[in-house]
């Protein structure tokens, strides 16, 4: 099947097909208005002002399988892409973790970021990409195969020049109530950012809003784990979300 690795190749068909569509939507988006990249754009009010005015485009993300992360990492090189030095993906390994049931110590996922050549002339890293790879322990061709399905790690991803936490609340409250996302929480990754590492804030597309965007991050300098404690999450509509994200058009109980 075309999601196998062929012989002497890195990633199979089906990664490379995805990583060109975050290569080619990142440098789509690095020109687009901030607020439309929300899609669907939503009315003149908070969410378009506090978006505009605080946030920056900064990145599309893609979650991929090679063979050995040397591998993969030798493959994006080969092709220009610059890889970034890897680090340790604490988020993302512990959401794999919750849904397959994997131990999160032993899952084995590494963060990179692309630079590219964007439509500006700038050069910057404009895709994430989170490599689990197949040589890991907790590796199977199931999970790989359901993350490719459904892109749980797929986002959009934005940067708040100058974080706080009442411009946090007033970004949450607005993309809650004017853009049809549902607020799912956060993360604290250490291994990325400055001194105090960097903070992600999390967003679903809620459920029955129509969009190829499902999932949005808003990145911060710092550590702001507390609001990101103080700030009660969405748990009943984000599991429900997800539920009806895995198994469209069945009839879901709330």
Do not use: K
Not at 114 to 131: I, Q, S
Not at 218 to 247: K, M, N
């Amino acid at each position: 099947m075309d999601s196998e690795l062929s012989v002497g190749s890195a990633f199979s068909g089906t990664d490379l097909r995805r990583l060109d569509d975050a290569i080619h939507e990142a440098r789509r988006a690095s020109t687009a208005s901030v607020s439309s990249l929300l899609e669907p754009a939503v009315a003149e009010g908070a969410a378009t002002s506090l978006t505009e005015q605080n946030c920056v485009f900064d990145h599309c993300a893609v979650l991929l399988f090679p063979l050995t992360l040397a591998a993969g990492l030798r493959h994006l090189e080969q092709r220009g892409l610059a890889p970034l030095r890897t680090v340790p993906s604490t988020v993302v390994r512990r959401r794999l973790s919750e849904r397959h049931g994997l131990d999160p110590a032993r899952c084995d996922v590494h963060l990179t970021r692309l630079r590219l050549e964007l439509p500006d002339g700038r050069r910057h890293p404009a895709v994430e990409v989170f490599l689990f790879p197949r040589d890991s322990s907790t590796f199977d061709r199931s999970i790989a195969a359901s993350e490719v399905a459904h892109g749980f790690e797929d986002h959009t991803a934005f940067v708040v020049g100058r974080p706080s936490r009442p411009l946090l609340a007033q970004l949450v409250t607005a993309w809650r109530s004017e853009a049809g996302l549902l607020w799912e929480g956060g993360g604290h990754n250490p291994h990325e950012g400055g001194p105090e590492g960097s903070t992600v804030l999390y967003f679903v597309r809620e459920h029955g809003q129509p969009s190829r965007r499902r999932r949005f991050e808003l990145h911060c300098a710092g550590d702001l784990r507390s609001f990101i404690d103080q700030a009660p999450v969405d748990t009943e509509a984000v599991r429900h979300a997800y539920r009806a994200w895995r198994h469209p058009g069945r009839d879901l109980p709330a």
